[in-house]
């Protein structure tokens, strides 16, 4: 068996992101072999050791977090300097994806000291790895601005992002949130995943215009959320073929109506339709 060596420097620490028994050996045998531990929430950090027989003795559990940063990073830049083996880990998950931890690792990059991290558990991949959604190229967007004006404006800074998209979200946003996706990105594939790892794990797939009608009806699921929109179709239609295509539908349907046909039929975001129309009539 591969005996563990953490390293001097600091280790940025993946950990479960539901289910306590997601954390790798080699986590565990940091969280043992560190001079410092420093958590996004010590709580956290302190359960997560209880769980698996760590005991912290007499050495340090500091509190890392985006609020108290400026006055903390210096104080673990000066262990790390000075040789000790600190290591972070936030709530959950992997630190510094949509966490703290970017800034520390910034930092000991910087002071030119030693860093390391133990892979494991994200939210974000997992969901990628359930969607069925294309997974050869992602890009992940965190977490969109809550009001939808922002959001929509977020939003359409990844229309052209190649591959899947992926966010994190609230449940009580979730069903805005989807409804401003269908807006900006038209017709598009998606899966919803709900409590990755945990007991009422849960991926609903659909279009976005499914989904949100789902949520919509549905109300706020409970739970942790990730959204996963898949890419755009492969079809772009020409300003020629959208105009015509309007054209025909105004003739027969009401302007909404004929946006959504027309959305639908190629492939083109509503809101983009809706606005050509407005323009055409
Ligand atoms: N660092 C974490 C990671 O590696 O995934 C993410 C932390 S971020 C503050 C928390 C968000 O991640 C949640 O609001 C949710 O969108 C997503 N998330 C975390 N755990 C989840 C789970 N078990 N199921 C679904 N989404 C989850």
Redesign the pocket.
């Known amino acids: 068996m591969t005996k563990s060596q953490l390293k001097t420097g600091l280790t940025l620490l993946?950990t479960p992101?539901?289910n306590a028994r997601d954390v790798s050996l080699r986590t565990l045998d940091a969280l043992r072999e560190a001079d410092a531990i420093a958590c996004e929430d010590t709580r956290v950090g302190r359960r997560l050791m209880d769980i698996h027989g760590i005991t912290l003795g007499a050495r340090p559990l500091i509190a890392y977090h985006e609020h108290n940063a400026a006055h903390i990073l210096p104080r673990l830049l000066e262990m790390i300097e000075a040789g000790q083996r600190v290591v972070y880990l936030?709530?959950?998950?992997?630190?510094a994806?949509?966490?703290p931890g970017y800034r520390l690792a910034r930092a000991v990059i910087e002071a030119e000291a030693g860093l390391s991290a133990t892979p494991g558990?994200?939210?974000?991949i997992m969901?990628l790895t359930l969607s069925g959604l294309p997974s050869d190229r992602f890009t992940f967007g965190g977490f969109a601005p809550n009001r939808s004006g922002q959001r929509q404006t977020f939003l359409r800074g990844f229309v052209d992002a190649p591959g899947t998209l992926i966010f994190?979200?609230?449940p009580r946003r979730l069903a805005a949130a989807l409804a401003d996706m269908e807006a900006v990105f038209g017709p598009r594939d998606a899966a919803v995943?709900?409590?990755?790892?945990?007991l009422f794990e849960e991926v609903r797939r659909g279009t976005l215009a499914s989904l949100a009608a789902h949520y919509t009806e549905a109300g706020a699921p409970k739970?942790?959320?990730?959204i996963l929109v898949g890419p755009a179709p492969e079809t772009v239609a020409s300003a020629e073929s959208l105009d015509a295509a309007l054209t025909e539908a105004l003739a027969e349907m009401s302007l909404k109506d004929a946006a959504r046909t027309v959305s639908e039929t190629l492939g083109l975001p509503r809101k983009q339709v809706y606005e050509r129309a407005l323009a055409l009539k």
């Open positions: 993946a992101i539901g936030s709530d959950a998950g992997t630190p994806v949509a966490d558990p994200c939210a974000a969901a994190y979200e609230s995943a709900r409590e990755l790892s945990k739970g942790e959320i990730v």
